[in-house]
C-alpha cells in the first residue's frame, strides 16, 4: 500500500512540478527576451534632446556628454549640469532650454527614460568595450543622424556572442582585432 501512494504521489506531482518548471522558464525568457530586444522603442523624452544636432552637425563627442563610457562600467546619462555647461549661453530662448534651466534651478534631475538596456542578470562594462576602440554606433546604431534616439540593434546574448565570435568581420575598423571573450561568466556574474 505504502509504495503505490509513492508512485500515485510522483504520477501526480511529478507532471505538474515539471509544467510548473517550464512554464517558469518559459515566461522569464520571454519576458526578458522583449527587454533585450526592444527594436524600435523610442519614448517620449521629458525634454527634445536632438543627438543629430548635438553629435551630428557640432560633433560633439559622445563621451563629453556621456562621461562614465570610457571609465568605468556605465556610460551613465548626462546630468543637467552637463547639459548647463554649455547651456547656461547657448540658445538660453529655445523652450527646450528653458526647460532645463528650471530642472537646474530646482536641482531637479531631468527624468530620462532609458532607451538601451540589458537585463539585470548581464555584465556589461562599457570602458572595456569604447576603450578598445569599438565606435558608439557599431552597438547604438548612428547615434548622429538620431533625432531622437531608439534602440535599433539587438541586446541579446545571440547578438552579443554574434560580435566577440566574428570582430574581425563586425569591426572592421579596427586593426588587428581579437575575438572577445566567450565565456559565460564574462557576462553573467
Known amino acids: ?12 506531482r511529478l507532471p505538474i512540478l515539471l ?6 522558464f518559459t515566461v522569464t525568457y520571454y519576458a526578458s527576451y522583449s527587454e533585450r530586444n526592444n527594436i524600435g522603442y523610442q519614448p517620449e523624452q521629458p525634454i527634445n534632446f ?12 559622445c563621451k563629453y556628454c556621456h562621461i562614465g563610457a570610457d571609465k568605468s562600467r556605465n556610460a551613465s546619462i ?12 547657448a540658445r538660453k530662448d529655445s523652450p527646450e532650454i528653458q526647460k532645463l534651466t528650471d530642472f537646474y534651478n530646482k536641482g531637479i534631475p531631468i527624468p530620462w527614460k532609458r532607451v538601451h538596456k540589458v537585463p539585470e542578470f548581464v555584465y ?4 572595456a568595450h569604447v576603450n578598445t576602440g569599438i565606435v558608439c554606433q557599431t552597438c547604438h546604431g548612428n547615434i548622429q ?10 541586446f541579446t ?33
Open 1 to 12: 500500500m505504502k509504495k503505490y501512494l509513492i508512485d500515485y504521489g510522483l504520477k501526480v
Open 19 to 24: 509544467f510548473v518548471i517550464i512554464a517558469t
Open 50 to 61: 536632438s543627438h543629430k544636432l548635438h553629435a551630428g552637425d557640432m560633433k560633439i563627442d
Open 78 to 89: 548626462p546630468t543637467v549640469s552637463i547639459c548647463m555647461g554649455c547651456h547656461a549661453l
Open 124 to 127: 556589461f562594462n562599457h570602458s
Open 145 to 154: 543622424d538620431m533625432e531622437v534616439v531608439g534602440q535599433i540593434r539587438n
Open 157 to 189: 546574448m545571440g547578438a552579443c556572442l554574434d560580435c566577440h565570435r566574428n570582430a574581425h568581420e563586425n569591426l572592421p575598423y579596427i586593426k588587428n582585432v581579437k575575438n572577445g571573450p566567450e565565456n559565460c561568466w564574462t557576462c553573467h556574474r
